[in-house]
């Protein structure tokens, strides 16, 4: 086994999968795993290694958006979902999806076991307190949502965040129309 961190250097308090990559180097994750600095990689433009860190995004920016247990739910079977769809169209290597299928054991010790759903990740958004930030999770949300990768969860309530300067838009709104 070749490690390598060439791909990926993790920052305090990630605590990410390592994944198997097409060059045959394992190297740490950028999304898949607990702590992930989704505003910072974001930012940067970190972009997933592979399939499952690819779900892994969806799943943080879900979990990002979320607002109540459900919605934490949603974007755990939602996961579940896709690392099942990638298996069956062999979209990633079986030891980067045998590692995303232990979103399986989270769900079962919730379930079963009582373990609160705040105990592996913080969710919600009461860490958001700009709108900027909000619309950036919110427009990659639709980038995922439009490559396959789940719901966008958009149509939750912004009441507690504030309009930053650069989100205030001075021209008429514009309707979407949502297919």
Do not use: C
């Not at 045959?24 to 950028?30: D, H, L, M, V, W």
């Not at 939602?78 to 290597?93: H, N, P």
């Not at 912004?158 to 989100?167: A, L, N």
Request: glycine share 6%.
């Amino acid at each position: 086994m070749v490690l390598s961190n060439k791909h990926n250097r993790l920052m305090p308090g990630e605590r990410h999968q390592i994944i198997y990559l097409p060059d045959g180097t394992y190297n740490p994750a950028r999304y898949s795993g607990p702590g992930t600095h989704l505003e910072t990689r974001l930012r940067r433009g970190d972009k997933p290694l592979s399939y499952v860190d690819k779900v892994a995004e969806a799943h943080d920016l879900r979990y990002a958006l979320a607002q109540t247990e459900a919605d934490v739910r949603q974007a755990d079977n939602k996961m579940v979902q896709l690392v099942a769809q990638g298996r069956r169209t062999g979209k990633d290597s079986n030891f980067n999806l045998n590692q995303a299928d232990l979103i399986k054991a989270k769900i079962l010790l919730e379930d079963k076991l009582g373990v609160p759903k705040s105990w592996f990740a913080s969710y919600g958004r009461e860490h958001i307190k700009v709108a900027s930030v909000l619309d950036m999770y919110r427009n990659k949300m639709n980038e995922q949502q439009q490559e396959g990768f789940g719901s966008s969860m958009a149509g939750i309530h912004d009441k507690h965040v504030r309009k930053s300067p650069m989100s205030v838009s001075r021209t008429k709104p514009v309707a979407i129309l949502r297919v």
